[in-house]
T-cell receptor, first 112, second 115 residues
Framework: DAKTTQPPSMDCAEGRAANLPCNHS???????VYWYRQIHSQGPQYIIH???NNETNEMASLIITEDRKSSTLILPHATLRDTAVYYC?????????????FGKGTHLIIQP | DAGVIQSPRHEVTEMGQEVTLRCKPI?????LFWYRQTMMRGLELLIY????????DSGMPEDRFSAKMPNASFSTLKIQPSEPRDSAVYFC?????????????FGPGTRLTVL
């Protein structure tokens, strides 16, 4: 899997949009960008993934640059419950057929 | 669905003792993963199974660790003998090949403390 780079921590005010960046400059053509988050003392939770088009679901939006070397996860209206470590993971698509390689992630702190 | 179930949630044992961690994946899922999380090393993949068969155990730290999946609804991770450096949170996850999101569902984890 390609390596990713994320800022170690970020703050965001409650109710504002949280924008979490991720660099993945060595991504291959068949690799997807996945985002998971881990709330304190819980198991990681899937958020969203994409290949090259922007994606949106009920939790977040994923913006991938045209060259696919970086992406941004957007939580449109952050709440205190969104405080967690967010992991950007690059992996080959194909039905969840391999393990996830987690980096250090970004610790997002939502401030009241 | 109840999600991935792990037991026990907490385990405290003494060095040298055998420890067995248990996992029940989501019904119908054909992949099962074991991860370990420590402050120093973060989240690491230990081993994963497909249709009850171990596929990649390269992350298993040493021979003291073993994992089995006797059927589609149960897996164990055993440490024998346990050492203080094995203290960590162990997560089990499952997934379904070909699912639309290709996501892994994680259990709540087992916090292991080896004294």
């Amino acid at each position: 899997d390609a390596k990713t780079t994320q800022p170690p921590s970020m703050d965001c005010a409650e109710g504002r949009a949280a924008n979490l960046p991720c660099n993945h400059s060595t991504i291959s053509g068949n690799e997807y960008v996945y985002w998971y988050r881990q709330i304190h003392s819980q198991g990681p939770q899937y958020i969203i993934h994409g290949l090259k088009n922007n994606e949106t679901n009920e939790m977040a939006s994923l913006i991938i640059t045209e060259d696919r070397k970086s992406s941004t996860l957007i939580l449109p209206h952050a709440t205190l419950r969104d405080t967690a470590v967010y992991y950007c993971i690059v992996r080959v698509g194909g039905g969840g057929a391999d393990g996830l390689t987690f980096g250090k992630g970004t610790h997002l702190i939502i401030q009241p | 669905d109840a999600g991935v179930i792990q037991s026990p949630r907490h385990e405290v044992t003494e060095m040298g003792q055998e420890v067995t961690l248990r996992c029940k994946p989501i019904s119908g899922h054909d992949y099962l993963f074991w991860y370990r999380q420590t402050m120093m090393r973060g989240l690491e993949l230990l081993i994963y199974f497909n249709n009850n068969v171990p596929i990649d155990d390269s992350g298993m730290p040493e021979d003291r660790f073993s994992a089995k999946m006797p059927n589609a609804s149960f897996s164990t991770l055993k440490i024998q003998p346990s050492e203080p450096r094995d203290s960590a949170v162990y997560f089990c996850a499952s997934s379904l090949w070909g699912s639309s999101y290709n996501e892994q569902f994680f259990g709540p984890g087992t916090r292991l403390t080896v004294l």
